[in-house]
């Protein structure tokens, strides 16, 4: 059996050839294979582009193809998108933006994603959001090592994925999961 990093492993290998098709066959054969949707955001598209990002930190792949993945990345998104969104908002709004300075749009999708997955209804506000306005900010992700970062850095939460982001609104909301 196939398991999610061996999934993400072939993403990130379609997404360096620029295989658009190769992409979504690799993330509609691992939900086949039984990769829950919430898996293949968090489990398989997130450390493929982490895999991308340090290549291109190391000098190992140029901009170009950076920004090709991650249109690839937005391409495939999309399809998962428009197959697995709820739209009923039924638990809630979520506000989503990217901090002041933060131009990679990407990784807010994908929470954004996730979160509308699990039933809250999403207005994604893109990257580069300036005011915050006295929303409550949840700051994570891969260039987030911590909560004590989080902190300095002015959020009022911390998650380590959008799967913890998740459960991190659900503990201060106080809803019980899915």
Known sequence: MVDAADWSLRFHRRLLAGDRFGAKSVIEASLTSGTDPVGVYVDVVAPAMRRIGDGWAAGAIGVAEEHRAAVIVGQV????????????????????????????????????????LSGYEVQDLGADVRERSGVPVLVGGAAVPDAATSAALGGDGWAADARGAVELLEERLGFQGG
Request: charged share 30%; no cysteine.
């Open 77 to 116: 998104l999309a399809v998962l998108d428009s197959r697995f969104s709820r739209r009923s908002g039924r638990r809630g709004l979520v506000l989503a933006g990217a901090v002041e300075g933060e131009r990679h749009s990407l990784p807010l999708r994908m929470v954004a994603d996730v979160v509308r």
